[in-house]
């Protein structure tokens, strides 16, 4: 029966974090003795008070260095590449808050768009890609909208798998449907490179929308 013993400050990680550690314990424990073993593992979690222990013999940790530490870790985590970190990124983009949508892109992001049109190629800078988004809301009276299909992440790579719709300004019979996938590469919970791939016959449909 595997036990896997793990020692925290007292505090130091709430609940969630706990579970997600002991989770990613046992997993790699799975991976080396096989699926066999998850059912036996068992995982003990104890606590140090603050002032219980000190540094290389000579700093003892006290709340205050407690606190920084925990303020630090929470920054950290936030930044974390996950599902959710990717949908918000999106979700910002409609707020028109630059402020905000700057928490998820990158100043020096770079954003390539496919196909031979008009809204086609490289956008340099955050400024260079929300106006291009602005030209996208423009272009479509606002009618242009991405479904969320799903996300796979590796590493600071993420590809979210998209449905995208919308009607040209002025002529809803000229109408958009393709699927595509963004494929995004982040850094310290920004984006920093974009680009999209279009499935299929979709990339003439795409160029022949945008013209």
């Known amino acids: 029966m595997p036990i896997i013993r793990l020692t925290l400050l007292e505090d130091f990680a709430s609940l969630t974090e706990k579970g997600e550690i002991v989770q990613a314990l046992g997993d790699s424990l799975v991976a080396v003795m096989g699926e066999i073993v998850r059912p036996y593992i068992y995982t003990l979690v104890d606590e140090v008070p ?7 013999g000579g700093t003892i940790m006290t709340e205050e260095m ?6 630090t870790s929470n920054q950290q985590r936030s930044q974390r590449l996950t599902e959710d970190r990717v949908r918000q990124a999106y979700e910002v983009l409609a707020s028109g808050e630059r402020d905000r949508i700057a928490e998820y892109w990158a100043e020096d992001m770079t954003w390539l768009v496919p196909g031979h049109n008009q809204i086609s190629g ?14 996208v809301g423009y272009l479509t009276d606002n009618s242009f909208q991405m ?3 799903g996300v796979v992440i590796t590493g600071d790579t993420s590809a979210d798998i998209r449905h995208n719709t919308g009607h040209r300004a002025g002529d809803e019979s000229r109408q958009l449907a393709i699927d595509v996938v963004h ?9 920093v490179e974009g680009q999209g791939a279009i499935f299929s ?3 003439a449909q795409f160029d022949e929308f945008w013209s």
Do not use: C, H, N, Y
Request: glycine share 12%.
């Open 122 to 135: 490289m956008k340099r800078g955050l400024d260079e890609f929300l106006s291009f988004m602005d030209k």
């Open 147 to 149: 479904s969320w299909e």
């Open 50 to 56: 603050p002032g219980a222990w000190s540094i290389q």
């Open 201 to 203: 016959d979709g990339t």
């Open 66 to 71: 407690m606190r920084a530490g925990i303020a």
């Open 183 to 191: 494929v995004l590469r982040w850094r310290e919970g920004k984006v």
